[in-house]
């Protein structure tokens, strides 16, 4: 889906509740042609050939250094390079079997020592139905430092009659002998590292895809030991669940995002029914101490994005697609919406617990809050633009196009100190956005 957006120059605060709330966000009409300024104050300071031996890029992140970048590529290496000419440090092989004709190895997060970052291995690289699991890699030369170990399924639903536990030895091997995938495996979906680098918080998801998206886990590992400190099941609030659906979900959850926030020592995550929950260890303690899924806590509720649609007869259904926290865990952003089209993205004031403001500019995807006043948005499809914003003084500070200044919206990274943007551009070029006038701390 591709839309053209006409910036409209008046920017409004939508909802004020005080001075302290306040948000601004600036409108944005979906036809028209695409945006071109020049005079907004973020723009393509640099651009970089990155030395990845010409292969297509997968997944990229800023060392904590925020001079050097590591990269995964399609091929399935990982390189670091220099953020200054784009040659590179250091590459080493991941070898893995290809599940989808766009893959590779994700660099999920990088310690904030700069010493160790996260991606995944596979249990059988020749395999395409084997785990992947969560691995750490040292970030001097890429070597696996840490094996974590694969996660099987515990999904139990007596209503919607679904068992993905273990089977047993017998079971793996009469699947095996028939050619069949297993299917009480989970496969990794996301980690970051939490808590000053002392634990992480990883996502996993049903290993087989299509309708077991409601089949999702939230883990807790210590660093150094690797020892799984709590454990969370994804399951659907009592209020909104229908129980004669797979952990009482109508609907299929293909994104699970999540933000720890250290200010309130907890995990915010969204689900299919439009719920952003707030769980902490005790709730996930309260979870796993129950077997079947129907008896499991979601977590309390926080906030229920409502949809403007006339189109929509259940108003309070939008999947949650994206969410993120400003650092000092005051402000909540996330979009929403249907698979018809129709997204929205809205602020959330986290200590009023109010609304700041809603908008149906465009569908939204990946979604940062690097600052307390600033935004980075990457649009929902491969189409899609990237938008950074300022919500305090309600500006569009930067916008990409489909010419000279195209970022992808899903291959976006945040430098972990100072104002900078890094993203993919066409081909394989990496380009670094920052404001006019030299460079300032978040």
């Known amino acids: 889906m591709r839309y053209t957006l006409l910036f409209v120059l008046s920017l409004f605060p939508i909802i004020s509740v005080s001075p302290q709330t ?92 700069g010493q160790f970052f996260l991606s995944f291995g596979q249990t059988d690289p020749n395999s395409q139905s084997s785990e992947r699991y969560l691995v750490i890699r040292s970030s001097a030369n890429g070597s696996i430092t840490k094996f ?53 918080l990883v996502s996993y998801k049903h290993n087989m895809e299509g309708p077991n998206f409601y089949d999702r886990r939230l883990i807790i590992y210590d660093t150094v030991t690797g020892k799984k400190l709590n454990d969370f099941q994804l399951t ?19 994104q699970f995002p999540f933000h720890y926030v250290n200010k309130r020592n907890s995990i915010l995550y969204g689900n299919a029914h439009g719920r952003i929950h707030e769980i902490t ?28 649609s006339e189109d929509l007869e259940t108003k309070d259904r939008q999947t949650i697609r994206s969410i993120a926290v400003t650092p000092d865990g005051s402000q909540l952003f996330c979009s929403a919406g249907v698979e018809t089209g129709f997204i929205q993205f809205y602020g959330f004031n986290l200590t009023t617990k109010k609304e700041m403001f809603r ?22 499809y491969s189409s899609g633009k990237v938008y950074i914003v300022d919500t305090k003084q309600g ?30 551009s066409t081909g394989n070029q990496i380009v670094i956005l920052r404001p006019q006038g030299g460079s300032s701390p978040w």
Do not use: C
Not at 164 to 188: C, F, H, M, V
């Open 22 to 113: 306040m948000a601004k966000f600036p409108q944005f009409q979906n036809d028209g042609p695409s945006v071109t300024n020049t005079d907004l104050s973020w723009q393509i300071q640099t651009r970089l050939t990155p030395a990845i031996d010409g292969q297509n890029i997968f997944s990229i992140r800023y060392h904590s250094d925020g001079k050097s970048a590591l990269i995964g590529t399609t091929d399935f290496w990982i390189y670091r390079i220099s953020l200054v000419d784009g040659s590179l440090i250091w590459k080493t092989e991941a070898k893995m079997h290809y599940q989808k004709e766009f893959d590779g190895p994700k660099i999920f997060d990088v310690s904030p020592d």
């Open 148 to 200: 974590f170990p694969s996660e099987n399924s515990l999904f139990y639903s007596v209503t919607a009659d679904i068992d993905y536990r273990y089977p047993g030895d017998e079971s793996k091997t009469n699947r095996q002998e028939a050619g069949l995938a297993p299917n009480w495996i989970l496969t990794i979906d996301n980690a970051r590292f939490i808590e000053n680098g002392k634990k992480i």
């Open 236 to 254: 659907a609030d009592p209020n909104s669940a229908d129980w004669t659906q797979p952990a009482g979900f109508e609907i299929a959850h293909l």
């Open 281 to 308: 260890p005790s709730i996930m303690d309260q979870n796993m101490s129950f077997e079947i899924v129907e008896e499991k806590p979601a977590g309390p509720i926080v906030y229920i994005p409502r949809s403007d």
């Open 359 to 380: 908008s149906s500019f465009f569908d939204a995807g990946d979604v940062f809050a690097p600052s307390n006043q600033i935004l980075v948005i990457g649009g929902l």
């Open 395 to 424: 500006e569009l500070l930067f916008v990409s196009n489909d010419d000279e200044q195209y970022i992808h919206p899903h291959l976006i990274a945040i430098h972990p100190k100072q104002k900078e943007v890094l993203g993919l």
